[in-house]
């Protein structure tokens, strides 16, 4: 239970804590060279439906309807077409390829900081006639300290999502500090990641990991997790951020990803913060 309390303090401490100075360049990249090693040895199975990456495809269609649920949560009607996407630490493509199919979407940018992953979505973009010749879907090497600032609304973003990120990243509060520029007004921050429990480390680490392998051995580190009290407090102590919304889902072998009510306190969750209209 020391153990716990422990880790429990050290996280909330990290996403809690403000930065001393933000610069939006690569000098304070949110890059963990271990993590992005670990995703390069697993770029070539990354469509492989039954490889390592099952479970990310299982989870897709459950992020689309996270995200149409903010969308209709809203007062006012969302855009019918032309959203813009930036989806940050996008893998192989699952996602980001899937929702520039969308008709709603006018342009998904991708970004990742794996060369060698960003090489295997870019040739299974490249299989998809519609996709080359829409031009909706752009994939770049980077992180996001790496892009520019929006210096207009033209510029941003109407939906920002981060699928199974932000537990591979050391310091949360710095990098979710660099992502909310990239939002417009009325615009939302998706992400899916995993509370920080004795339940999540079971079935995360022990199971997942150690006894059945649905994923690599080290592909998570249990401390990173967030919890979403945690999320939640830290968007709420930003002015202009505000109506989070959460939905829990575990995974069911044989029936895949289903969402259960709760299931956001002690395991894999979705995540949804919108920035006020007015700011």
């Known amino acids: 239970m020391a153990s716990l309390r422990y880790t429990s303090l050290r996280n909330l401490s990290l996403l809690l804590r403000k930065p001393r100075h933000v610069r939006y360049n690569s000098t304070t990249s949110s890059v963990n060279r271990t993590e992005v090693n670990h995703f390069n040895a697993l770029a070539s199975t990354w469509w492989d439906p039954y490889g390592p990456s099952r479970l990310l495809h299982l989870m897709n269609p459950l992020r689309h309807d996270f995200i149409a649920s903010c969308l209709s949560s809203q007062a006012t009607q969302p855009p019918s077409s032309g959203l813009r996407y930036l989806d940050i630490g996008c893998g192989g493509g699952i996602f980001a390829e899937s929702a520039a199919r969308l008709p709603s979407t006018g ?91 004795w339940t999540s480390w079971l079935t995360t680490k022990f199971v997942a990991e150690e006894v059945v392998r649905l994923v690599p051995k080290g592909t998570h580190d249990w401390s990173k997790y967030i919890n979403e009290e945690e999320l939640r407090a830290w968007f709420e102590a930003k002015q202009g951020w505000a109506g989070t919304r959460s939905m829990g889902v575990i995974y069911v072998p044989g029936l895949g990803w289903r969402e259960v009510d709760g299931s956001e306190r002690w395991g894999n969750y979705f995540f949804g913060v919108r920035r006020d209209p007015e700011s």
Request: proline content about 9%; some cysteine.
């Open 107 to 197: 342009s998904v940018t991708a970004i990742d900081p794996s060369s060698n992953v960003l090489a295997i979505a870019k040739a299974h973009a490249r299989q998809d006639p519609f996709l080359q010749q829409s031009s909706r879907l752009q994939y770049l090497n980077k992180s996001i300290e790496d892009l520019p600032v929006p210096r207009s609304i033209n510029e941003q973003y109407d939906i920002l999502t981060l699928f199974e990120v932000i537990e591979h990243i050391n310091s949360p509060s710095p990098f979710l500090t660099s992502c909310l520029p990239f939002v417009k007004p009325g615009g939302w921050i998706v992400m899916s990641t995993i509370a920080r429990t």
